[in-house]
């Protein structure tokens, strides 16, 4: 059994909190990528892909959201609060949950707390028995505001802190594992000069890459068995669309923009100055990934980003409108799998990709890992109708308000993607428990 890990917080004043104490590592990023493991862990060939994916990591409670501090609840009010915006949002009572509680030591304000050193330690402990050559991160590794955030703190510190720290049980036992970053919306809160500052701590380390510019491709896999990954800057792609938050019907359906727009409900949803697309960087980025992938000779060709294309939170599906009519259209001719976090829970869907004239492949798989340190609840009414209205989507499995993962395989034996989910239990002993696993056809040419 594993020990907890310590959270290393020794008190807490309204204005300011505690950071978590942890080391810089200052190493040179390698010019090559690791080799990939051979056949001595379970169940692996040593032409097989294995990896893991988990995404919006970058939360612990030294670092709050600054509501918390500014207007502090005690832990009943926290969970009545919950409670009220649970069913404000239409949500089924029977179903109410809420993330486990963190008080602040010599106080009575509450928050959530984070399963980032748990989903570390999990992550650890799958990796020991399973091969796991590299990692995927999808993406808010900083929260709430990103680096350069107008608080007072050390940015190499919370980065060293929300970013390197839990992870320190993998690397210790993986040293040369690298782990492929993606950026989220928090990422991006601050400024630009915030992204800029995660990019460059993440190239002075010895297990992070992160291009400068937030999107990248990289390959990975010995020739005629190797992958292609295009790691999108999502949060740039949604910057410069036009989005409205839109409220559910009562029903969970979605009202439609025209209603909303008749009866006051709509919000444009209006990206801050410092997110604009400059120079058209939006579109170059979308005719770099058709390009790319549309030429790419890999056997496999993996998409990940930050946003989600479906899911069932409630929350997000204004956004997943608009990626969807960004991406799908090359994603269904292309991909095998698209990736993504931003959702705190873990689900699989698929699209069919009928409407865009795909029939003739297998439909394409949607992997949400987002539970890496927060959690939050499904929204069951809005499921139900996304299956109504869209019968070219498909939720195969979810599982709300847990901390996990997920580790894929690319089995070029079968010809199979292979995913398990695992979660971890809410005493953050970093125990793996696998929840659930599913394997789909290679779909690309």
């Known amino acids: 059994m594993k020990k907890t890990l310590p959270l290393m917080m020794t008190g807490l004043s309204l204005l300011s909190v505690l950071a978590i104490t942890s080391c810089s590592n200052n190493a040179t990023l390698p010019t090559e990528p690791p080799s990939l493991a051979k056949d001595t862990l379970e169940g692996v060939n040593s032409s097989n892909i294995n990896f893991i994916a988990f995404g919006d990591g970058g939360y612990h409670v030294d670092y709050p959201k600054k509501k918390h501090i500014l207007y502090p609840k005690n832990k009943a009010d926290f969970i009545a609060k919950e409670k009220e915006d649970w069913l404000e949002d239409g949500r ?44 995927i991160q999808l993406g808010d590794n900083i929260y709430p505001d990103g680096a350069g955030a107008n608080d007072s703190k050390d940015d190499t510190k919370r980065m060293d802190d929300l970013i390197l720290a839990p992870l320190k049980p993998l690397f210790k036992e993986n040293e040369d594992l690298m782990v492929y970053s993606a950026l989220g919306n928090h990422d991006w809160k601050s400024s630009r000069h915030g992204v800029a500052m ?57 009202k439609s923009l025209a209603q909303a727009l008749n009866d006051g409900s709509a919000e444009l949803d209006t990206a801050d100055k410092h997110e604009l697309p400059i120079k058209n960087e939006d579109e170059q980025q979308l005719a770099w990934l058709i390009n790319g992938i549309a030429n790419s000779d890999a056997k496999w060709k993996i998409v990940y980003g930050h946003h989600i294309l479906w899911s069932i939170g409630g929350t997000k599906y204004a956004e997943g409108h608009v990626l969807r009519r960004l991406l799908l259209p090359t994603l269904c001719q292309y991909a095998d799998a698209y990736i993504a976090g931003h959702e705190h829970d873990l689900e699989l869907l698929t699209d069919d990709c009928s409407n865009f004239g795909e029939n003739n492949r297998p439909p394409l798989p949607l992997i949400i890992s987002g539970a890496a340190s927060k959690m939050r609840g499904k929204h069951t009414p809005f499921a139900e109708q996304q299956a109504k209205h869209y019968p070219q989507y498909q939720l195969l499995w979810s599982k709300s308000f847990v901390w996990g993962f997920a580790h894929v395989e690319l089995d070029n034996k079968l010809n199979n993607l292979n995913v398990e989910f695992y979660t971890t239990p809410r005493d953050r002993s970093g125990q793996a428990i696998k929840a659930s696993e599913f394997s789909f056809e290679k779909r690309s040419d």
């Open 92 to 135: 089924p009572l029977a179903e109410f949950d809420y993330t486990p509680i963190y008080v602040y030591p010599h106080t009575n304000i509450a928050t959530e707390q984070g399963g980032a050193q748990a989903v570390g330690l999990a992550m650890t402990e799958v990796c020991r028995r399973k091969a796991c050559q590299f990692a």
């Open 198 to 254: 995660q990019t460059k701590w993440m190239k002075e380390q010895a297990n992070f890459h992160l291009d400068e510019q937030g999107y990248y491709s990289y390959r990975l896999g010995e020739e005629g068995n190797d992958v292609e990954f295009f790691v999108l800057d999502t949060n740039m792609l949604l910057a410069g669309q036009k989005i409205y938050d839109i409220p559910l019907n009562a029903d969970g359906s979605e």
